[in-house]
């Protein structure tokens, strides 16, 4: 009888990751599929102490482009706080921590021309 609640409970969560339109949603940065039923076999790494399976670890690093935008879903909320261990012991930075500072690094710099035009200086 638990292990029927487990499924279902499992079933449950699976349908609200799930997004209702498409499974299929191409990453614009990298060209990768992002199919969030392919983090599925991650979810035991989430609800239990037990350790990612390799099959867990390979598809967060294919679809890791993906993550910050599975994070944004409301529906995983409770699952960003386990995820810390599951991405440690993938290898992986967290990808909120790895989003800021990609975007920091991507700001637009000042232009600063390479040359001054003498007759623009007075003294």
Same mark, same amino acid.
């Given at each position: 009888m638990k292990f029927i609640t487990t499924l279902m409970v499992i079933a449950f969560v699976l349908s609200v990751l799930v997004p209702t339109? *498409? =499974? #299929? $949603?191409? %990453?614009? &940065?990298?060209? $990768?599929?992002?199919? $969030?039923? &392919?983090?599925?076999?991650?979810?035991?790494?989430?609800?239990?102490?037990?350790?990612? %399976?390799?099959?867990?670890?390979? +598809? =967060?690093?294919?679809?890791?482009?993906?993550?910050? &935008?599975?994070?944004? +879903?409301?529906?995983?909320e409770k699952? =960003?706080?386990? *995820? #810390?261990?599951?991405?440690?012991?993938?290898g992986m930075p967290y990808p909120r921590e790895d989003a800021i500072e990609v975007k920091a690094t991507h700001h637009p710099v000042d232009v600063v021309p390479t040359h001054a035009h003498t007759s623009d200086v007075h003294a």
């Open positions: 339109q *498409a =499974l #299929r $949603v191409l %990453s614009e &940065d990298k060209k $990768v599929a992002c199919i $969030v039923t &392919d983090l599925q076999v991650c979810l035991p790494a989430l609800e239990t102490p037990i350790p990612p %399976s390799a099959e867990c670890c390979k +598809n =967060l690093k294919i679809q890791k482009f993906c993550l910050c &935008d599975y994070m944004e +879903n409301p529906s995983i699952y =960003l706080e386990p *995820a #810390r261990k599951v991405f440690a012991a993938c």
